[in-house]
């Protein structure tokens, strides 16, 4: 019998500052040899502390990733609206206007020994404690797989969300339709990857960034906003190492996911 090939698919939590940009230029590319990663995603929505600019994302691809999602923060970098139409390997959330810039979901081919392994990737954002008017991500989610019924071997979501039992339910909605769900934006790795059913699942990947730091703020500016009531809400980026967080999800031919591993390379 023929050995079944597999994909791995490393998906890598916020990327934080500039710092946040040399940890992934300093440690994909090992990780990825290490790992046999075949495609790697990367949230990259606090690159720019809010938003990211061209120079990241093109950084980011130079190190290895072959697709940047964003999230809450997708359009606070005004001048980068027209980048985002640009770019196909970006992705911003699928759950908002279409007519916002740039594209939420869309199919990417992995070439796998000869065998194209076509992956369907979108980010939705979660709406329980979020500040934008997103769509319901669940029925989003179930309209973009229809939308891409017999076009993909594997869909892989992520769920950028603050609310855990959202990211959870979005999992447990999509479990055994979807290859891997992934939780991202509150930045701290979660200790719950596992399968649902066929589903890999975590609910947030982490943060990739400085480790002194508030979610990847200097923390001063942070606890500054806190004393304050919100009112001097000054957030500036912090600096310094950090590890590189993730979750590794394998997949087999029909898009079932074997395993979800943590993934937090310092
Ligand atoms: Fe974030
Ligand atoms: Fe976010």
New binding site residues.
């Given amino acids: 019998m023929a050995e079944e090939k597999t994909i791995s698919v490393l998906c890598i939590g ?1 990327v934080c500052g500039s710092a946040g940009v040399s940890i992934v230029e300093q440690r994909l590319r090992p990780l990825k040899r290490a790992k046999n990663v075949d495609f790697t995603i990367v ?1 990259g ?2 690159a720019a502390l809010f938003g990211i600019n061209p120079d990241q994302a093109e950084a980011l691809f130079s190190a290895g990733v072959d697709v940047i999602t964003l ?3 997708a359009f606070g970098r005004r001048e980068n609206a027209s980048f985002l139409d640009e770019n196909s390997y970006i992705l911003r959330p699928a759950n908002l206007s279409s007519s916002l810039p740039g594209q939420g979901a869309k199919i990417f081919s992995i070439d796998k020994g000869g065998r194209v392994f076509r992956l369907g990737v979108a980010v939705l954002l979660g709406r329980v404690h ?1 500040d934008l008017m997103a769509e319901n991500p669940f029925t989003c989610a179930d309209r973009l797989l229809a939308r891409w019924e017999g076009q993909t071997d594997g869909v892989i979501f992520e769920i ?1 969300a ?1 609310a855990t039992s959202e990211k959870t339910a979005f999992a447990w909605h999509l479990s055994g339709r979807a290859s891997a769900v992934f939780g ?4 701290v790795q979660t200790n719950d990857a596992r399968l649902i059913g066929s589903t890999g699942y975590i609910t947030d990947a982490g943060m990739t960034g400085p480790i002194d730091s508030v979610i990847g703020v200097k923390p001063e500016t942070s606890v500054e906003g806190f004393l304050t009531d919100g009112v001097n809400r000054r957030y500036q980026t912090a600096s310094g190492d950090g590890p590189l967080c993730g979750v590794l999800f394998t997949l087999n031919n029909n898009g079932r996911c074997l395993s979800a591993e943590t993934v937090c390379q310092w």
Avoid: L, Q, S, Y
């Fill in positions: 916020d949230n929505e606090n999230g809450n923060h979020m950028h603050e991202t934006h509150t930045h």
